[in-house]
T-cell receptor
Framework: EDKVVQSPLSLVVHEGDTVTLNCSYEVTNFRSLLWYKQEKKAPTFLFMLTSSGIEKKSGRLSSILDKKELFSILNITATQTGDSAVYLCADTGANSKLTFGKGITLSVRP | DVKVTQSSRYLVKRTGEKVFLECVQDMDHENMFWYRQDPGLGLRLIYFSYDVKMKEKGDIPEGYSVSREKKERFSLILESASTNQTSMYLC????????????FGNGTRLTVT
């Protein structure tokens, strides 16, 4: 059975801090690993990672995948209160099926 | 921009009622999914479909069924709603092949009393 584990489950930081969110996975027929940000409504897509060692970057957010060790990290630098959200990690296996982790609740205090 | 629309934002039903949750996407995506999201449990896959009239069970299909008569529409059916089906239900779609991300609807918060 596919499995995705995220850590920590919750995190409280102050504005300006840098945070690292972790995701480990076990999946048959791995295709990709995805990160989503969820505020009050639907999860919104952040990154899709398919190759090891290649960092993807968008503004203050970046992510990287290690297919040998089966994990990914999401980094957020110079955090802002608008970064407060639940961050979801998911892997894609057979039949395009995504398996999600439980999510990491990030709270950024002013 | 991909749009996934769920017909209801909030829904309150009684135990034993038959409940239909509707989802429509406008980007001609082959794959469609239904998840439920509960505190402490994350998103769990109920059913998915990769073509019209095709359906596959996810991780927690018990108590649910689905219908996909048209490519753009994927319906989740609760044959006889129970209180443990109170949850946030999220529909999503993606292109075939697993090489594109899921696009989610805004969710339906279902309460079964």
């Amino acid at each position: 059975e596919d499995k995705v584990v995220q850590s920590p489950l919750s995190l409280v930081v102050h504005e300006g801090d840098t945070v690292t969110l972790n995701c480990s996975y076990e999946v048959t027929n791995f295709r990709s690993l995805l990160w989503y940000k969820q505020e009050k409504k639907a999860p919104t897509f952040l990154f899709m990672l398919t190759s090891s060692g290649i960092e993807k970057k968008s503004g203050r957010l970046s992510s990287i995948l290690d297919k040998k060790e089966l994990f990914s990290i999401l980094n957020i630098t110079a955090t802002q209160t608008g970064d407060s959200a639940v961050y979801l990690c998911a892997d894609t296996g057979a039949n395009s099926k995504l398996t999600f982790g439980k999510g990491i609740t990030l709270s950024v205090r002013p | 921009d991909v749009k996934v629309t769920q017909s209801s934002r909030y829904l309150v039903k009684r135990t034993g009622e038959k409940v239909f949750l509707e989802c429509v996407q406008d980007m001609d995506h082959e794959n469609m999914f239904w998840y439920r999201q509960d505190p402490g449990l994350g998103l769990r896959l109920i059913y998915f479909s990769y073509d019209v009239k095709m359906k596959e069970k996810g991780d927690i299909p018990e108590g649910y069924s689905v219908s996909r008569e048209k490519k753009e529409r994927f319906s989740l059916i609760l044959e006889s709603a129970s209180t443990n089906q109170t949850s946030m239900y999220l529909c999503a779609s993606s292109l075939l092949g697993g090489s594109s991300p899921l696009h989610f609807g805004n969710g339906t918060r279902l309460t079964v009393t």
